[in-house]
T-cell receptor, first 113, second 116 residues
Framework: DAGVIQSPRHEVTEMGQEVTLRCKPI?????LFWYRQTMMRGLELLIY????????DSGMPEDRFSAKMPNASFSTLKIQPSEPRDSAVYFC???????????FGQGTRLTVV | AQKITQTQPGMFVQEKEAVTLDCTYD???????LFWYKQPSSGEMIFLIY??????QNATEGRYSLNFQKARKSANLVISASQLGDSAMYFC?????????????FGGGTRLMVKP
């Protein structure tokens, strides 16, 4: 298996633009997680899905953020409109039911200017 | 209160020596899991080792071992025979319960630097 695949790896966009981050989880994994990493706040969970259904989105910072999982092999995290404070590394992770480890993608480094 | 605390922002270790990275946790759930991840300068998160709350023995994976002291709520990572490639950020993380899958709470990380 190729692991968790995220795209793009790097994204630079202007404030106010829509940004879409993409994730392909490991085949067979029931859980998918979106995390954000910043210097100020460290790694924080934004939202997670179980069997394509959003379970906990309490970490999504604002209504500008939305996430979808239309099928078991694809998820998106969208920011509209983007702001400079959204600049961060966004990770997608997937796992089977616990107790197992969660595998992370390479991350998307987002810069909003 | 912080759920995961890593008190060492940065550490140096001499190549080939062992090093211990500290992690304490806080939970009232009897079922939990503790994870360590490595993040090299390239940015990816690499899973290293896992310890379940009911595991009787300390977890080991190659040069990595987890010193699990349940009563003290600590889960320190021990890296034996450090290598230059071990220089990275190391994150301790916790999963509480089983219902939320592997939803993880992370500590602030420890930057390890291995000296030649």
């Amino acid at each position: 298996d190729a692991g968790v695949i995220q795209s793009p790896r790097h994204e630079v966009t202007e404030m106010g633009q829509e940004v879409t981050l993409r994730c392909k989880p490991i085949s067979g994994h029931d859980y998918l997680f979106w995390y954000r990493q910043t210097m100020m706040r460290g790694l924080e969970l934004l939202i997670y899905f179980n069997n394509n259904v959003p379970i906990d989105d309490s970490g999504m910072p604002e209504d500008r953020f939305s996430a979808k999982m239309p099928n078991a092999s694809f998820s998106t995290l969208k920011i509209q409109p983007s702001e400079p404070r959204d600049s961060a590394v966004y990770f997608c992770a997937s796992s089977s039911p616990p107790p197992t480890e969660a595998f992370f993608g390479q991350g998307t480094r987002l810069t909003v200017v | 209160a912080q759920k995961i605390t890593q008190t060492q922002p940065g550490m140096f270790v001499q190549e080939k020596e062992a090093v211990t990275l500290d992690c304490t946790y806080d939970t009232s759930d009897p079922s939990y899991g503790l994870f360590w991840y490595k993040q090299p300068s390239s940015g990816e998160m690499i899973f290293l080792i896992y310890q379940g709350s009911y595991d009787q023995q300390n977890a080991t994976e190659g040069r990595y071992s987890l010193n699990f002291q349940k009563a003290r709520k600590s889960a320190n990572l021990v890296i034996s025979a450090s290598q230059l490639g071990d220089s990275a950020m190391y994150f301790c993380a916790m999963r509480e319960g089983l219902a939320a899958g592997n939803m993880l709470t992370f500590g602030g990380g420890t930057r390890l630097m291995v000296k030649p």
